[in-house]
């Protein structure tokens, strides 16, 4: 028997989405691989979720997401570069990071199956803003102030207060400080989408879409020395068993 598959040992399938790349964007690559593309994430969002208790796989951007939310449990939509403003209605007002619009369909076709089959799903970054943007809720496309790119990954840059009552409320405690490696917030909420966690300055940190598992938040909790015990990971593989 598989010891994954049955015999109450289950460990469930968390699909996590990633990024397109060329060889040539890959230090030490050779010359005649430099126009092959790969598929890429960052490891972190793995080490959260086989921590947590999960299987962590990696869904390629040019696979059916259909598929992909038939066979996983629960879904992990990961940190990256801008959403096309387009897709809420927008002209583009920066160019700090390129636009990604083949894996903005895949993403946005993964929530549209995940939302269909009630899937546990956690955004985390950009996936928080996918997750609004696929409701149809918009975003402040450039507040420099939040990135602190030049800070370790690491650094505790704010802190975040939660929506009594809420999901997110019930995993962290009132007042939570977290890191910052964003230039741009939610702005107008989707449909169906609740904000349950703020910034000082009201910038929306969490969402969640009462009546199915979705919960998203703008920081990075894989990148936190409090990674391995941190328990929004523990939330989605719980919400996935």
């Known amino acids: 028997m598989d010891p994954y598959r049955g015999g109450g040992m289950t460990k469930p399938l968390i699909g996590i989405s990633g990024k ?55 879904l992990l939509l990961t940190g990256g570069t801008d959403i096309s403003p387009d897709l809420y209605g927008q002209e583009s007002t920066t160019d700090a990071f390129a636009k990604e619009p083949l894996r903005d369909s895949f993403e946005l076709a993964l929530m549209d199956a995940a939302v269909d089959a009630a899937l546990p799903v956690l955004g985390i970054c950009r996936g928080h803003q996918i997750i609004n943007v696929h409701a149809g809720g918009s975003l402040n496309q450039d507040v420099p102030e939040h990135g602190a790119f030049d800070l370790p990954i690491t ?12 999901v997110l409320g019930g995993l962290y405690p009132k007042h939570h400080k977290v890191n910052s490696l964003h230039h741009q917030t939610v702005a107008r909420l989707g449909d169906g989408v609740v904000a349950t966690a703020f910034d000082e300055e009201g910038s929306v940190e969490g969402l969640e879409r009462p009546g199915l598992p979705i919960v998203s938040v703008q920081w990075h909790p894989e990148m936190m020395t409090s990674r391995d015990t941190d328990p929004v990971f523990e939330w989605l593989v719980n919400q996935s068993s």
């Open 20 to 74: 397109q790349v060329f060889g040539r964007d890959v230090a030490g690559n050779i010359p005649s691989l430099y126009e092959a593309p790969a598929h890429v994430y960052w490891t972190n969002y793995s080490q959260g979720i086989l921590a947590a208790g999960g299987i962590p796989i990696y869904l390629p951007l040019n696979m059916d997401p259909v598929d992909a939310v038939e066979r996983c449990d629960g």
């Open 155 to 166: 650094t505790e840059r704010h802190e975040v207060t939660f929506a009594e009552g809420s």
